[in-house]
């Protein structure tokens, strides 16, 4: 890949880190990290179906085993495992992008500029990695 593609996907994220991500809290990510500090300790992950936490929107709704992947990164501090999600997701997000426009970074910029993508990178959802699953189950689907 040209020197100037890579640029232009490296200039879109950092527009991403520096423009949108302080404006909101990654309140998924706190809520996923929480559930993976409390896994270890034995501690339930679920509240209980009728506290008024299950509809706040900070209480971890994901099936259990979402949590794993989690625990390690709960174990890291709150900075690192904060930017090292976002570098995961981004590079998920980027390596669909990839493999669905046939290395066109001019989609990749594309898709990293969708509200769907900005929102998921925000938040701190799974949104971007389940974007990414579907590309690459599509994929295979096609061979």
Known sequence: MP????????IAVLAIVVVFL???PAYDLEVLLQAGRAVPHGLA???SPSSPAVYSGSSFVYPYLTVWPFVP??????????????????GAVLTASFLGSE???VIAVLVLATSFTLTGLQLGTLSP???AGAVFLWRLRDR
């Open 3 to 10: 020197l100037w593609q890579l640029a232009l996907v490296a």
């Open 22 to 24: 302080p404006l909101t």
């Open 45 to 47: 992950v679920y509240p």
């Open 73 to 90: 990164l709960a174990a890291l501090p709150i900075w690192l495992a904060t930017a090292l999600f976002f570098m995961i997701v981004v």
């Open 103 to 105: 290395r066109d970074p």
């Open 129 to 131: 990695l389940l974007f």
